[in-house]
């Protein structure tokens, strides 16, 4: 639920970044007519809300994509401790 919050606010601040920073400054000051940004504050927006939008997708498919967590830097994968045993393993022992 976060993500998808953080995710919205990233892609509002990324596309609109005036409309945004207008909303923002209305809801936290008592303005009757808010000041204007500077242009370089509107670009820094703008690269804010990508980054927020950035990290919020890489959380989201880092978190989907399990094969992260199974393989090692070698190569190989590891081996996931799931509770079962391997069968090929008892016949081994067995034979």
């Not at 959380?59 to 401790?81: F, H, I, M, V």
């Amino acid at each position: 639920m976060l993500k998808l919050l953080l995710g919205t606010v990233g892609l509002a601040e990324t596309l609109y970044p005036e409309r945004f920073m207008r909303v923002l400054t209305r809801l936290s000051y008592d303005y009757d007519d808010a000041p204007t940004a500077k242009p370089w504050v509107v670009t820094a927006a703008r690269i804010e809300g990508l980054v927020i939008l950035t990290a919020v997708v890489w959380a989201a498919l880092k978190a989907d994509c399990n094969c992260g967590l199974l393989s090692r830097a070698d190569g190989t994968e590891a081996d996931a401790d799931d509770g079962t045993d391997d069968t090929d393993d008892t016949i081994d022992k067995i034979a």
